[in-house]
């Protein structure tokens, strides 16, 4: 028997008009009460969603040093980050000034290391590509955050005169695309071990509070039996149970003699000459100027890269995840190919062999 049933059975107590009333607020009541229940339980799954995300992600929105990341349920879900504000700002000024894509040049000289200070290039987030045989590894977020740890890393080696050089791949990056690899995620810088302390003492000297600092983390790798760094903002996200975030900066030591260098415990796989690396000179990464080596050529010899500008490498390893690219990515990414076929997605660099001028 219904409620109304039943009410209606005392009649004596009730009129049929107080009746019918009361059965319309009881039904609207339940239907608000049903539906404010809902939005109460939806609300807290969100809250607790989004929180579980900000803690594990450790994302900062108020560091103003920092690019904004501008995220929604989607991309904190997929631990994807997209720049947004900066292409927009690109696109906006190219609607402004009537720029396209291809008619915009730019021309680059390249600095005197000794007397260089400012350290920026233009750099177009808009025109990235990515190809389905060997697509990119790092988002436009990822890839403004990796610029903005190398600019804080080059500006603490400045300031405390740590002299450093890029190199394997992303002095590869560098030599062949002006930029990271763009189907890479990780960055490689040398540095003489007579230096180490010397760079922990700058690090320490540095405020905690500042919006530029940066953490380390001490890495041993057992198989070359040599110690690293991995340097990282301390806002950064992890991405794997280690307790360095992403993205990071490796920094490996080399060892000398008067004639010859040597990454630590390394000797016996490969040396190079000094004459193929000092003086430093600086070359174009994304939107920097790093010091390198001063001829890539025979630093890419004396690891025995032979076919670098032919032969496009994918390694098998995500520098994110610290793991097999192939349990985190759904395509069947190609391990070798012919540069060429690249040509169409990513910027290669061209070179004159009259005076060494390089082109995008």
Known sequence: MTPCFYFYSLSSLFSTSHIRSFCVSFLLLSIVLTFINFLTTTTSVNKLTTNEYKTELNLSTTTISLPILLLDSKDVYHNRFNCYERTNRQRLYRKKTNKTRSNITMELNQPNITLFERNTIPYDYDIWQSAPTMPRLVSKCEHNLMMQLLK??????????????????????????????????????????????????????????????????????????FEYYKFYFSTSPHFSEHPWRYPFVDLIFYHENETHIWQENMQHVATIS??????????????????????????????????????????????????????????????????????????????????QEERL
């Open 152 to 225: 804080r890393f080059d500006q603490l080696t400045k300031k405390y005169s740590l002299e450093y050089m890029i190199i394997d791949g992303t002095l590869l990056g560098s030599w062949r695309h002006h930029d990271l690899i763009p189907w890479d995620d990780d960055i490689d810088l040398m540095m003489s071990v007579r230096l180490k302390h010397l760079l922990i003492i700058a690090i320490e000297s540095e405020s905690p509070s500042s919006p530029y600092y940066i953490e380390f983390h001490r890495r041993w790798d057992a198989p070359k039996a």
């Open 274 to 355: 000094k004459q193929s690396i000092f003086p430093l000179q600086l070359r174009p990464f994304g939107s920097l100027w790093l010091p390198s080596p001063r001829s890539p050529h025979d630093y890419f010899l004396s690891v025995s890269w032979t076919t670098y500008d032919d032969e496009c490498y994918n390694g098998p390893w995500s520098h994110k995840y610290e793991r097999t690219k192939d349990m985190d990515y759904g395509y069947e990414s190609k391990s070798i190919m012919n540069c060429y076929e690249l040509k169409e997605f990513y910027p290669f660099v061209e070179r004159s062999l009259i005076n």
